[in-house]
């Protein structure tokens, strides 16, 4: 079965974003660009919330378009472009670039979805990740640290009641300062907790 992965990038203090959803303090070099191709390239599809899908359409349709486009992102705009995507809204009508819309999170749903052969699912987005994580659907939670405070804005995690404990099972450190750290879900009963 395939694994459902929570991907995040996040600030020292807990933030996924700046109070006015500014990414600006992302620090997305080649290097960590280079590792995010690499593993997300064989991945069997991205879900997303709204707000992270339109954030993303309005850039990576054309991202490799751009004579200044560096090899990475033109790298990560194939990959995006041609990713299937399910986009979690009850708003939006219709999405493009390879996507369908979704309205809500049913567990029976996801759990086929996660049965059907081919790469591991790639959960963004804090709201979605919310629903996910409340119906205990995340296998492993990949945070990408990057070392700033912004001291405000959008927490990657919403207050829950949910305990989920999780395994470290890898780590790296890029040039630049960013941490990933990759943890999964522990088994439950005696021997996980």
């Known amino acids: 079965m395939r694994k459902l992965i929570w991907m995040m990038s996040v600030s020292v203090d807990g933030y996924m974003e700046g109070p006015n959803r500014d990414i600006d303090w992302h620090m997305v070099d080649d290097e960590l660009f280079g590792h995010l191709n690499g593993w997300l390239a064989g991945a069997g599809g991205f879900l997303e919330g709204r707000v ?92 990408y640290v990057h070392p700033v405070v912004i001291g405000r804005g959008t927490p990657m995690l919403r207050p829950s009641d949910a305990k989920v404990r999780l395994q470290l099972i890898e780590t790296q450190t890029f040039g630049n300062g960013v941490v990933m750290l990759r943890y999964e879900r522990r088994p439950s009963g005696p021997a996980g907790g």
């Open 52 to 143: 992270t899908y339109e954030l993303m359409a309005q850039f990576w349709p054309s991202a490799d378009q751009d004579p200044a486009a560096t090899p990475a992102v033109v790298e990560f705009a194939q990959i995006w472009r041609d990713m299937p995507k399910i986009v979690y809204s009850r708003t939006l009508e219709r999405a493009d670039w390879n996507a369908a819309v979704v309205r809500d999170v049913v567990p029976a749903e996801v759990l086929a979805l996660k049965a059907q052969p081919g790469g591991d699912l790639v959960l963004g987005g804090a709201d979605v990740a919310s629903a996910f994580a409340r119906y205990d659907l995340i296998d492993e939670y990949r945070l």
